[in-house]
T-cell receptor, first 111, second 113 residues
Framework: SQTIHQWPATLVQPVGSPLSLECTVE??????LYWYRQAAGRGLQLLFY??????ISSEVPQNLSASRPQDRQFILSSKKLLLSDSGFYLC??????????FGPGTRLTVT | KQEVTQIPAALSVPEGENLVLNCSFT??????LQWFRQDPGKGLTSLLL?????REQTSGRLNASLDKSSGRSTLYIAASQPGDSATYLC????????????FGKGTHLIIQP
């Protein structure tokens, strides 16, 4: 069966510090991978998606970037965090069916 | 741009009641709709996926319907239980690449024991 992991589970970082969040998927190959953010009082927003290694598309302009160095690994990064980057970050995957499956999330607080 | 609205934003009912959660979307050219459940501080759990060729989908006490022409979906929960307390989210493909989803803000459901 397929499993999706995210780490860390929680993170508190000062403004201006770098960020690296990791997502890995087990039990499938060549999945579509997604990063979403859920900010307080707002709905889930798609940030990035990837259809293959090294292929990244951004849905919204922002302070963040994404990379896919391996087939089942998706990384969300920032060089300098802003207060507005605080939120709950969710990674998701999809294969041949249309159904998306989500990871447990990372709670990021920028202070 | 696809927009998704969920009504009501919050709902509190006694245990045992049947209830309906509503979802509407602005662009009816969708090929599926997905309902999720989110417990506090947790990720999303997929409940039901309805393809555009289907009118409804059932899983246990949950039944979801889809009316593309009117831009609406409903999630019906039968015989509600305290364990059903959670936020329920509706999502449709955004129309962009790779089937990224556009979500509603959810319905926060509390089932009173």
């Amino acid at each position: 069966s397929q499993t999706i992991h995210q780490w860390p589970a929680t993170l508190v970082q000062p403004v201006g510090s770098p960020l690296s969040l990791e997502c890995t998927v087990e039990g499938t190959s060549n999945p579509n991978l997604y990063w979403y953010r859920q900010a307080a009082g707002r709905g889930l927003q798609l940030l990035f998606y990837s259809v293959g290694i090294g292929q990244i598309s951004s849905e919204v302009p922002q302070n963040l970037s994404a990379s896919r160095p391996q087939d089942r690994q998706f990384i969300l990064s920032s060089k300098k965090l802003l207060l507005s980057d605080s939120g709950f970050y969710l990674c998701a995957w999809k294969h041949s069916s249309y159904e998306q499956y989500f990871g447990p999330g990372t709670r990021l607080t920028v202070t | 741009k696809q927009e998704v609205t969920q009504i009501p934003a919050a709902l509190s009912v006694p245990e045992g009641e049947n209830l309906v959660l509503n979802c509407s979307f602005t662009d009816s050219a969708i090929y599926n709709l997905q309902w999720f459940r989110q417990d506090p501080g947790k990720g999303l759990t997929s409940l039901l996926l309805i393809q555009s060729s289907q009118r409804e989908q059932t899983s246990g006490r949950l039944n979801a319907s889809l009316d593309k022409s009117s831009g609406r979906s409903t999630l019906y929960i039968a015989a509600s239980q305290p364990g059903d307390s959670a936020t329920y989210l509706c999502a449709v493909p955004s129309g962009g690449g790779a089937d990224g989803l556009t979500f509603g803000k959810g319905t926060h459901l509390i089932i009173q024991p």
